[in-house]
């Protein structure tokens, strides 16, 4: 089972707002990331969790801010958002870091509107 | 830097045909990683294929293949009996052996299906 789940799967905001995405994996993977992406450009990445401690942040403005509660879950608040951050936000997990298997696993994205 | 480079924006098949999209890379690495994602328009990126450095035996899945050229940084996807439901974005990945966990996603080329 290669499954990462992502909630909502569409979500509209004021720039006043405050909202979350969700992500849960239960393939045992210890990697999870976030990206972001524009139509019909590649997948840009944002942060890197690694055994639940962030290990990469892409320079994000923070007005994201990421959290991971445990190894399954992984969480994406946003505060104060701009219209340009409107995009497809996925999810992915892989094995670890360490793991010559390192193959990323997406979820199916949420869709995210700012206005 | 590592760079992926995918020249065709677009590329287009009929049923049952075969298509061969093309993928670059510039790396001075040895040991890395490569990736076929697909994205159909639902926007799910679902893993196609994966090809490690290391091994001289392209990869086959189905009715998907890779033919890796390592000293000519080549990576392309072979799609045989081409299938309606293949219609999609395609993107080429690289990845580092080193494992750092940045995915280097190509600029995707867009595949319709022609019944």
């Known amino acids: 089972d290669t499954e990462v789940t992502q909630t909502p799967k569409h979500l509209v905001m004021g720039m006043t707002n405050k909202k979350s995405l969700k992500c849960e994996q239960h393939m045992g993977h210890r990697a999870m990331y976030w990206y972001k992406q524009k139509a019909k450009k590649p997948p840009e990445l944002m942060f890197v969790y690694s055994y639940e401690k962030l290990s990469i942040n892409e320079s994000v403005p923070s007005r994201f801010s990421p959290e991971c509660p445990n190894s399954s879950l992984l969480n994406l608040h946003l505060h104060a958002l701009q219209p340009e951050d409107s995009a497809l936000y996925l999810c992915?997990?892989?094995?670890?870091?360490?793991?010559?298997?390192?193959?990323?696993?997406f979820g199916p994205g949420t869709r995210l509107l700012v206005l | 830097a590592q760079t992926v480079t995918q020249s065709q924006p677009e590329m287009s098949v009929q049923e049952a045909e075969t298509v061969t999209l093309s993928c670059t890379y510039d790396t001075s690495e040895s040991d890395y990683y490569l990736f076929w994602y697909k994205q159909p328009p639902s926007r799910q990126m679902i893993l196609v294929i994966r090809q490690e450095a290391y091994k001289q035996q392209n990869a086959t899945e189905n009715r998907f293949s890779v033919n890796f050229q390592k000293a000519a940084k080549s990576f392309s996807l072979k799609i045989s009996d081409s299938q309606l439901g293949d219609a999609a974005m395609y993107f080429c990945?690289?990845?580092?052996?080193?494992?750092?966990?940045?995915?280097?996603f190509g600029t995707g080329t867009r595949l319709q299906v022609f019944p």
């Open positions: 990945a690289y990845r580092s052996g080193d494992n750092t966990d940045k995915l280097i």
């Open positions: 992915a997990s892989s094995q670890s870091r360490d793991s010559r298997e390192e193959t990323q696993y």
